[in-house]
């Protein structure tokens, strides 16, 4: 990555001019404000790219509410409204009730639950797209301020967009990636020529703690750098100024992650969690990626250039962008779920490289050959991507206010959830003990709570390993699984229909057969049971 010693930021500085400049064409005519009602190729892109993935194609359900925990969540975040106070037991559990619970993403269940009063969940959904959106624009407006052009910047970015749908959820880790790419671009620009307000990551990182866990990718890139600055000083192109400079920083935002409801107790917390090995057999976006679909091809094409770029890198004694490089390679590697995070900080990289490659095939080239003819076209489109306008918004406002339609779902996916299962039996469902999986718990919460009280929902880090085993093994029917729904009182069971379990209490005397709708299949007790709750 870009250093202060990189000879790639005499092109970048030159393309910030260009940006500080008026565009060509009816652009330049407008003036300083009109220049902000003139549409921008970034507005076009950062608003097109949303729409057609999200809005235009089933009303942004299809993936961003694909994920049960989203319920829970705007439930949480209502009851801090209603209430006016943090979160220090649990809400939601007949299991464990009373018990310590860290929300510790209570600022973004908050802003979910205000999203979600405002209107409903196409309100979670527009959230959800927005930030997203952010979340791709951030990339290309970093390549772009790289010097990077548009044949490169915009692929780039594309399939950075096309390998975070892995986890493109209405969740709070969508403030994440957004935080991540805006952070690295930060340290990036500071990098290159230190300013003051590198700063501010200092009370981002007291914000970030509390809309989501992953305020400790910013701690990992600042102590990256500090470590490759360190490096970078025994090779010769840094000075032991900018390694203090990482460190102090590193600690101030490290420092500033105390600010949260819970204190320390919060660092605790996640240090248990993440150091957990069972989290990472039972919890699928722990698990390592599995390379069987078109985003992981996009991911497995960014990650063995970005390791060849690193390379590229260490031999021009470049240290800091490789160390990112390799760490964030290697937490992809480990969980599905850092592949977003990946991208952002790979891909501006690899851009950088790639910008390179395309230096030296058009320095000196005709303008009427293939290379000039690229570079012409690259330099006109340029400044379109460094440029944005009211377009970037306002057609977001647009949706927000009913003029342009989208088809949204106003309730969870019913090809993922029960719930239309839910709606015909309502007062069966919130009334009872229910045994069900993780994902339909979470949907039952937003639907049925304070009324409904989980056994087991998505909040793994909550309920602890010995929990989190009793339902791995009424799910599996384990050999104890009859007696795990005697001890808990169990008075409901809705399961899927390939469930083994669904299976034997179908033969079981003991539970009869509410309903099967052949996506869900919902059992009453009407035997007795062995044990009490």
């Given at each position: 990555?870009a250093?202060?010693?990189?000879?790639?930021?005499?092109?970048?500085?030159?393309?910030?001019g260009?940006?500080?400049?008026p565009?060509?064409?009816?652009?330049?005519?407008?003036?300083?404000?009109?220049?902000?009602?003139?549409?921008?190729?970034?507005?076009?892109?950062?608003?097109?790219?949303?729409?057609?993935?999200?809005?235009?194609?089933?009303?942004?359900?299809?993936?961003?509410?694909?994920?049960?925990?989203?319920?829970?969540?705007?439930?949480?975040?209502?009851?801090?409204?209603?209430h006016?106070?943090?979160?220090?037991?649990?809400?939601?559990?007949f299991?464990?009730?009373?018990?310590?619970?860290?929300?510790?993403?209570?600022?973004?269940?908050?802003?979910?639950?205000?999203?979600?009063?405002?209107?409903?969940?196409?309100?979670?959904?527009?959230?959800?797209?927005?930030?997203?959106?952010?979340?791709?624009?951030?990339?290309?407006?970093h390549?772009?301020?790289?010097?990077?052009?548009?044949?490169?910047?915009?692929?780039?970015?594309?399939?950075?967009?096309?390998?975070?749908?892995?986890?493109?959820?209405?969740?709070?880790h969508?403030?994440t990636?957004?935080?991540?790419?805006?952070?690295?671009?930060?340290?990036?620009?500071?990098?290159?020529?230190?300013?003051?307000?590198?700063?501010?990551l200092?009370?981002?990182?007291?914000?970030?703690?509390?809309?989501?866990?992953?305020?400790?990718?910013?701690?990992?890139?600042?102590?990256?750098?500090?470590?490759?600055?360190?490096?970078e000083?025994?090779?010769?192109?840094?000075?032991?100024?900018?390694?203090?400079?990482?460190?102090?920083?590193?600690?101030?935002?490290?420092?500033?992650?105390?600010?949260?409801?819970?204190?320390?107790?919060?660092?605790?917390?996640?240090?248990?969690?993440?150091?957990?090995?069972?989290?990472?057999?039972?919890?699928m976006?722990?698990?390592?990626?599995?390379?069987?679909?078109?985003?992981?091809?996009?991911?497995?094409?960014?990650?063995?250039?970005?390791?060849?770029?690193?390379?590229?890198?260490?031999?021009?004694?470049?240290?800091?962008?490789?160390?990112?490089?390799?760490?964030?390679?290697?937490?992809?590697?480990?969980?599905?779920?850092?592949?977003?995070?990946f991208?952002?900080?790979?891909?501006?990289?690899?851009?950088?490289?790639?910008?390179?490659?395309?230096?030296?095939?058009?320095?000196?080239?005709?303008?009427?050959?293939?290379?000039?003819?690229m570079?012409?076209?690259?330099q006109?489109?340029g400044?379109?991507?460094?440029?944005?306008?009211?377009?970037?918004?306002?057609?977001?406002?647009l949706?927000?206010?009913?003029?342009?339609?989208?088809?949204?779902?106003?309730d969870?996916?019913?090809?993922?959830?029960?719930?239309?299962?839910?709606?015909?039996?309502?007062?069966?469902?919130s009334?009872?003990?229910?045994?069900?999986?993780?994902?339909?718990?979470?949907?039952l919460?937003?639907?049925?709570?304070?009324?409904?009280?989980?056994?087991?929902?998505?909040?793994?880090?909550?309920?602890?390993?010995?929990?989190?085993?009793?339902?791995?093994?009424?799910?599996?029917?384990?050999?104890?699984?009859?007696?795990?729904l005697?001890?808990?009182?169990?008075?409901?069971?809705?399961?899927?229909p390939?469930?083994?379990?669904?299976t034997?209490?179908?033969?079981?005397?003991?539970?009869?057969?509410?309903?099967?709708?052949?996506?869900?299949?919902?059992?009453?007790r009407?035997?007795?049971?062995?044990g009490?709750?």
């Amino acid at each position: 990555m870009a250093t202060s010693t990189n000879p790639q930021a005499g092109l970048a500085g030159t393309a910030a001019g260009a940006a500080a400049r008026p565009v060509a064409g009816s652009g330049a005519a407008l003036g300083r404000w009109a220049r902000w009602l003139w549409p921008s190729l970034f507005d076009v892109i950062l608003v097109s790219l949303p729409l057609w993935f999200f809005g235009l194609a089933d009303g942004g359900t299809g993936l961003l509410l694909s994920d049960g925990d989203t319920g829970w969540h705007i439930r949480t975040g209502e009851w801090i409204l209603n209430h006016h106070s943090f979160v220090w037991t649990d809400l939601f559990s007949f299991s464990k009730p009373g018990q310590p619970w860290f929300a510790w993403e209570w600022l973004s269940d908050v802003l979910l639950a205000l999203a979600h009063r405002a209107a409903g969940l196409p309100g979670v959904t527009m959230a959800g797209m927005v930030v997203s959106a952010l979340f791709c624009g951030a990339l290309l407006r970093h390549m772009a301020w790289r010097g990077v052009n548009l044949f490169i910047a915009l692929p780039l970015a594309l399939m950075g967009f096309g390998m975070a749908t892995v986890h493109l959820l209405a969740r709070p880790h969508l403030v994440t990636m957004l935080l991540m790419a805006v952070s690295v671009w930060m340290v990036q620009a500071d990098l290159r020529q230190p300013r003051r307000w590198i700063w501010l990551l200092v009370p981002l990182a007291a914000l970030w703690t509390n809309l989501h866990g992953g305020w400790l990718a910013l701690i990992s890139i600042l102590g990256l750098t500090a470590a490759g600055r360190a490096v970078e000083v025994w090779l010769g192109k840094a000075d032991w100024g900018s390694v203090k400079r990482y460190a102090v920083l590193t600690a101030a935002c490290f420092a500033a992650s105390l600010l949260n409801p819970y204190g320390w107790r919060l660092h605790q917390h996640t240090a248990e969690y993440l150091a957990a090995d069972w989290i990472k057999d039972v919890v699928m976006e722990f698990r390592s990626p599995e390379f069987r679909s078109e985003n992981m091809l996009q991911y497995e094409i960014v990650l063995l250039a970005a390791c060849a770029a690193a390379g590229l890198a260490l031999s021009r004694k470049e240290v800091v962008g490789p160390l990112w490089v390799a760490f964030w390679a290697h937490s992809s590697l480990v969980s599905g779920r850092h592949i977003p995070l990946f991208a952002a900080v790979a891909l501006p990289f690899l851009a950088d490289e790639l910008q390179r490659l395309w230096k030296n095939w058009t320095d000196g080239a005709r303008k009427n050959s293939v290379a000039g003819i690229m570079e012409g076209l690259a330099q006109e489109a340029g400044a379109g991507l460094r440029r944005a306008s009211a377009w970037s918004v306002i057609p977001f406002v647009l949706i927000a206010v009913g003029v342009i339609p989208i088809p949204w779902r106003h309730d969870f996916p019913a090809e993922r959830f029960p719930v239309k299962m839910a709606g015909r039996h309502e007062a069966l469902l919130s009334s009872s003990r229910v045994f069900t999986e993780d994902q339909w718990a979470d949907y039952l919460i937003y639907r049925f709570s304070p009324r409904f009280k989980a056994f087991f929902d998505g909040r793994s880090d909550f309920y602890g390993e010995k929990t989190t085993r009793e339902y791995q093994r009424i799910v599996g029917v384990g050999h104890d699984y009859e007696q795990l729904l005697d001890k808990y009182g169990f008075e409901v069971v809705l399961a899927r229909p390939n469930w083994a379990l669904a299976t034997l209490l179908k033969q079981s005397p003991g539970w009869e057969i509410v309903e099967d709708d052949k996506k869900a299949v919902l059992f009453r007790r009407v035997g007795p049971r062995k044990g009490n709750s």
